[in-house]
């Protein structure tokens, strides 16, 4: 229920309902049934910036809503790859800081589906743009440019893939603060580069938004289990540690691809009528975390972000051995290798054909290495307990390109320019 | 020499309504004729076909009936782009059965995809009589209204680009010829008959709009391209299963281009 403050609610109640219409009246218009929602300006102005050393939309606050659409690119030639990815930063560049849509003879189809009006306000909108490893197959002309860990998407133990779901040769995830945003992004996108991009699958997702403390902080969103998700992902806002965990640097990987990061998107169902008829007490088991506050079991009355002492818990009493949390990370020597920013959204899509609801989780987390991230990671979740409830169906591996750093640069220019020097 | 407007009512053309509003020094006469004269071709070519492929199936002779199938289609597939001016005979003719409640066993269900459904799923002729009378009486209406029919300016143009999103929308993914994978016809022949249209407008334009035609010429020349790896020495296509991720991925996105770039066409020839 939503809190109201105890003076607002005492008019409420002291009011009928004429009394009420007529306070209304008293303030300002009373809004009718199809009247648009009354946008914040603070959210819809907010700008994400487009240019710098990284793509936006990895260490940038997750806003309420995330999309992430896979393509086949149809590029025969470096010439014609050029002309996709300019094309696309243009479009990218533009949409993320808003503006005027062009006026065009009406005779002909519009410039923009309209969706958003003739101004474009930025709403936080990222656009982030990562290739697949099957793009860099079939092209000899990209031969020896493939980033070193990347590679195709291979099926885990618990999986059940859907083909219509999986892989690519360019993800481009979307986020803003409204859904309508990334839409029409996404639009604007389908329509601009029809010539390049053939559409594979997107999944939308969205996280809820949390009333702020007194601070202006808020806690970690929660998951379609309701659970918090995101209490131990590593600080976004240390540059260093970002360093070493996210942006790929190293002599192992080509010199372009300095400065992105591993893309790894995981459509995962969970079977949420079964969770909401487990017991509390296994549900928190199963993460090792309480499941209102997210504080771990072995101090649950501690913040979310309270770490877990797993040295002296050595027979998993408190947090069992195979919890999610300490199989994803056991917090030993070994596990700082292995860190990761995850940076999901939750997705309902409709009814399944056996009458369950179909939600789950757009698992989506970056890494420096794919390998010594996401895959080990899930190698060592293979077999818990949480996979009772949820079953992977979709995704793919991606490369987040480097960022663009300024109006004369383009998303993959370092890619296309050691494509020519090849 | 006689007015255009005389040349076009006794053409039985429609340059009123938004025609009206079309650049007057754009002559559209002459490619609207030339239209009607290409799909009274076609018409004619149909209806000659659906005579042989319907008799084969009356004699009940398989083989014959599932060779001539797919020919006997594409004369339809080319003047597909009009389709919206006889509606009534698209639906009994070129129907599938995902349009009905009851898919193949629905009693609307007839047309082309019925009787393809009862030659390769049923891999019989039988019970197909009765489907058989009506596609051909159905081609032979429509041969007959095609002197009669108005082709209003803007329905001809568009339909170029109709075209395209039908093809974007339910044939790339292979639904159209489903049980006997002949869509490769099918696609040729949808892309030669908005080529025809575009071809016969794009004099109109080619001055004004050089980047414009190069773009178009340029994507339908790359379909043609595809489509000409999957023919058989017979004239052909191959089955819809060997087009390969790659060209349809690339067919795919010609056909979204085509159908951007077709869009305007309406409005480049100032139709409404
Ligand atoms: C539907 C599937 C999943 C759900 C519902 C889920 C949920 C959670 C929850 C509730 C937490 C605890 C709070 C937090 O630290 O964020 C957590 C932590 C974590 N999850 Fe998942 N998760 C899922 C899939 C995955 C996958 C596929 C991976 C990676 C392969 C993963 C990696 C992690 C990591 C690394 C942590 C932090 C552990 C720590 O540092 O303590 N999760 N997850």
Known sequence: M?????????????????????????????????????????DTARRVPFHGPHQAGITTPRPENGLVASFDVVATSLDDLERMLRLLTDRARFLTEGGPVPDLDPALPPADSGLLGPVIQ??????????????FENRPWLAGLKPAR?????????????????????????????????????????????????????????????????????????????????????????????????????????????????????????????????????????????????????????????VPDYAADPEGRAIPHDAHIRLANPRD??????????????????????????????????????????????????????????????????????????????LGRALVDAARRT | MISPFLRSTALGLALAGPALAADPSLDLVGPLSDYKIFVAENTAQLVSDAEAFTAAIKAGDLDKAKALFAPTRTSYERVEPIAEL?????????????????????????????????????????????????????????????????????VVVGGAAVLMEEVAATKISGEEDRYSRTDLWDFDANFEGAEKIYTLFRPLIADGEADFVAKVDGNFQAVREVLAKYETPEGGFVSYEELTDSDRNILSAKVNTLAEDLATLRGKLGLG
Request: proline share 7%; charged share 25%.
């Open chain 1, 2 to 42: 939503r809190h109201l403050a105890p003076n607002r609610r005492a008019v409420l109640l002291a009011l009928g309902a004429s009394g009420l219409a007529l306070a209304a009246r008293a303030q300002g218009p009373v809004p009718q049934v199809s009247d648009a929602p009354a946008a914040e300006p603070r």
């Open chain 1, 333 to 410: 020597a070994e596990s700082q290798r292995h860190l990761m920013l995850r940076r999901p959204f939750n997705y309902s899509r409709g009814v399944l054909p056996n009458g369950q609801l179909d939600q789950g989780l757009l698992f989506i987390c970056y890494q420096a290495d794919l390998e010594a991230g996401f895959i080990a990671v899930q190698n060592r979740l293979n077999g818990e307990p949480l996979e009772e409830y949820v079953k992977p169906v979709g995704g793919g591996y991606f490369f987040a390109l480097p960022g663009v750093r300024d109006k004369a640069d383009y």
């Open chain 1, 122 to 135: 930025p709403d936080n909108l990222t656009i982030t743009v990562a290739l697949g490893a099957s793009l």
């Open chain 2, 86 to 154: 006889f509606s009534d005979l698209d639906v009994s003719i070129d129907a599938r059965a995902d349009d009905y409640e009851k898919a193949e066993q629905d009693p609307g269900f007839t047309g082309f995809h019925r009787i393809e459904y009862g030659l390769w799923s049923e891999g019989s002729t039988q019970g197909l009589e009765g489907h058989a009378d009506r596609l051909l009486a159905d081609i032979r209406e429509l041969d007959s209204r095609i002197t009669a029919l108005t082709f209003p300016p803007e």
């Open chain 1, 150 to 306: 990347l590679q195709r998407m291979a099926q885990f133990p618990n999986d059940a893939l859907d083909p219509d779901l999986c892989h690519g040769d360019l993800s481009i995830q979307f986020c803003a603060n409204h859904p309508d945003s990334t839409i029409h992004a996404l639009r604007d996108i389908v329509k601009t580069l029809s010539e390049f991009l053939v559409l594979r699958w997107m999944v939308e997702g969205d996280v809820p938004p949390v009333l702020a403390d007194a601070r202006g902080a808020t806690p970690s969103a929660r998951n379609f289990l309701g659970f918090r998700d995101g209490s131990a992902n590593p600080d976004s806002n240390d540059a260093a540690l970002m360093d070493r965990i996210v942006w790929t640097t190293g002599p192992h990987e080509p010199g372009w691809a300095q400065g992105g990061s591993y893309q790894a998107v995981r459509i995962i169902r969970n079977m949420v009528e079964r969770w909401d008829r487990t017991p509390l007490v296994e549900q928190e088991r199963i993460f090792g975390r309480t499941k209102m506050s997210g504080a771990p079991l072995d101090n649950p009355d501690a913040t979310e972000h309270h």
